[in-house]
């Protein structure tokens, strides 16, 4: 069995680094991915990253930054608050890839995130030596 699905969106909004009792570290994070469709469809998709991809994602990538990722469908369970049973599909990814130009700009020349920092250029500064492009 193969359980492999390979996304490229931006992201929606800013990810939140959390660590878990153990103190193990998390990200949740909503990606809008857009399909090859006459009629302009996107999907929205929910990701999970864990460990050091968590870290990364949440020190590299802000809300409106393209990224692309690899990793696996994963389904939980749960009830609602009326008591019905839901099912809950997401990804989890197991890696992550800068997606654009080295200027951190995105797709309408603004700076992918503003702070007092240029977090943007030291990102990809390190990134140089990451084995993708």
Known sequence: MLNTV???G??????ELRTTPN???????????DRHSSDKQTD???????????????RYFAKGRMIALQGRIQTRSYEDKQGNKRT???VVAESVSFCGDK????AGGEPARTGEQDWTQQAFDEADDLPFP
């Open 6 to 8: 390979i996304l490229m």
């Open 10 to 15: 931006r992201l929606t909004a800013d990810p």
């Open 23 to 33: 103190g193990t570290a998390v990200t949740s994070f909503r990606i809008a991915v």
């Open 44 to 58: 929205f998709i929910d990701i999970t990253a864990w460990r050091g991809t968590a870290e990364l994602v949440c």
């Open 88 to 90: 809950a599909f997401e």
């Open 103 to 106: 200027s951190g700009r995105n």
